[in-house]
């Protein structure tokens, strides 16, 4: 792609201050009372992207918050690259834990801090700047479709239906997807695959109220005490998750494709020391990355009863809950996890305790094939402007709108994405390093360029 470097070079002030007026609205999808501030994000992003010379573009509603579509067609004839995105963003707390107000972005030491830099508008961003690049240098390719919705982060429930009754407008040969990250920024890689997703709230009680722990304590069951003990046994000694059939439709990738992800470096010593933590931890028989990548895993993301404030209270709780999650992996279906779960876990509660499990959300893992064309031009795009090979990786994390557009859409998707594991998405102090940033804006018109000539063939 001739002058991007030198168009990145005579525009850059101008995208960070595009950027950060999208980072400024607290577009907080989780929480009710910025409802108006999704509107005003949308509004914004349609502003941005009509700016930088798409034909058409729409703030449309859906059963949720709004989605922005647009689009430009230069030739119904060629391929069509759908850019998917989310402009909504992780809630901020704690505030105290931030060095900087999470929506007045900072750069210091060439990193953007704010909520948001990385996750996912920064990275968004990346693709307005390089579709402006092709359309304003007449060097964009082919045609080019935009989607950026505003509920990844609670689980996309209303595009879901956006995208069955639109999709003859979202028709396109290619999902092009900035939600991911890289190795580092001198090991480039390409996420070949992601993590499904289960949720489940859990609710135990045993007496029908609050009881003296002096008085009933060793005759009554404590719902704390069973609920520790239940989540305990969902795990053997090996680190092996012990309900039935949950492994059953585990695919288990070629000996070739884990050679290839075990290609990337990694410091288990470096990754401890960053962690703070003596060793690691997980299923007997796999690498830390393998844990995180090709095998699924069970966590307990919230448990609480009782009483839990300032001072003592000698109690025994009539409730106790908990918050549990499941990382899948290709070709789990985790509708039937979700109802396996709930199956055991409910049958597993001994008779002093009823046990109460409500599922909550979830998604399918995805997987990218190596051998598709838009691996192969991301590939070639990134190899170019890095100047090696990516590596292909599993990601440990979730996108599961990803393996809905495929089954909706009948369309893969490709995930290159720029950030690092060093961004702290979703925590305080988020950040995007501005090589990141740009680098990205770099390669996305050599996708582009890579990927229609390779549909060619």
């Known amino acids: 792609m001739k002058q991007i470097k030198e168009y990145i070079e005579a525009n850059k002030d101008r ?5 950060f007026q999208l980072i400024r609205i607290p577009s907080i999808s989780a929480e009710s009372e910025h409802k108006p501030d999704m509107i005003r994000c949308a509004e914004k992003w ?8 798409a034909d058409k573009c729409e703030v449309m509603s859906t059963t949720g918050n709004p989605v922005v579509y647009a689009e430009k067609i230069v030739d119904p004839s060629k391929p069509t690259v759908l850019v998917y995105g989310h402009y909504d963003v992780m809630p901020v707390e704690p505030l105290e834990l931030w060095n900087t107000n999470p929506f007045e972005p900072v750069i210091k030491d060439d990193i953007i801090w704010a909520r948001g830099a990385d996750d996912d508008k920064g990275q968004s961003f990346m693709h307005a700047k390089a579709f402006e690049f092709m359309v304003k240098t ?6 080019v479709k935009f989607m950026l919705e505003g509920e990844e982060e609670i689980g996309s429930g209303a595009l879901y239906g956006f995208c069955e009754e639109h999709k003859e407008l979202l028709k396109s040969d290619i999902i092009l997807v900035s939600d991911t990250g890289m190795i580092a920024q001198d090991i480039p890689s390409i996420t070949s695959g992601l993590r499904g997703l289960c949720y489940w709230d859990v609710e135990v009680t045993g007496a029908n109220h609050d009881l003296h722990s002096g008085i009933y304590g060793g005759a009554v069951a404590n719902p704390i005490n069973i609920l520790c003990k239940m989540i305990a046994d969902l795990h053997d000694a090996d680190n092996h998750i012990t309900i039935p059939g949950f492994y ?8 070739q494709e884990r ?9 288990e010593e470096a990754y401890k020391k960053e962690l703070d933590i003596k060793t690691v931890h997980g299923e007997k028989g796999y ?9 699924p895993c069970l966590d307990v993301c919230g448990i609480w009863g009782g009483h839990t404030g300032e001072g003592s209270k000698t109690v025994l709780p009539s409730k106790a809950y908990a918050k549990i999650s499941t990382r899948l992996v290709a070709n789990q279906d985790y509708q039937k996890i979700s109802q396996l779960f709930k199956d055991y876990f409910e049958a597993a509660a001994p008779d002093c305790v009823t046990v109460k499990v409500t599922p909550s959300h979830g998604g399918a ?16 795009a990134m190899t170019t402007t890095f100047g090696k090979r990516p590596v292909p990786t599993r990601s440990g994390g979730s996108i599961p709108i990803v393996a809905g557009f495929e089954k909706i859409l009948g369309t893969k998707s490709i995930l ?18 501005l090589f990141n940033f740009f680098k990205g804006i770099e390669t996305i018109p050599y996708f582009y360029e890579n990927y229609v000539e390779l549909m060619k063939k």
Do not use: W
Request: with cysteine; net charge negative; aromatic share 8%.
């Open 365 to 380: 893992a995805y997987v990218s094939p190596l051998e598709m064309p838009a691996y192969q031009a991301a590939e070639k």
């Open 259 to 267: 050679a290839l992800m075990a290609q990337a470096p990694f410091d």
């Open 287 to 295: 690498t830390t990355k393998e844990r995180t990548g090709i095998r």
């Open 15 to 19: 995208f960070l201050d595009e950027l």
């Open 46 to 53: 349609r502003e941005l992207i009509l700016a930088a010379g």
């Open 416 to 433: 290159m994405g720029f950030g690092l594991g060093s961004d702290a998405i979703h925590a305080p102090n988020e950040n995007y390093p």
């Open 248 to 255: 059953d439709d585990v695919l288990v990738i070629s000996d």
């Open 138 to 143: 007449n060097q964009l390719p082919c045609n």
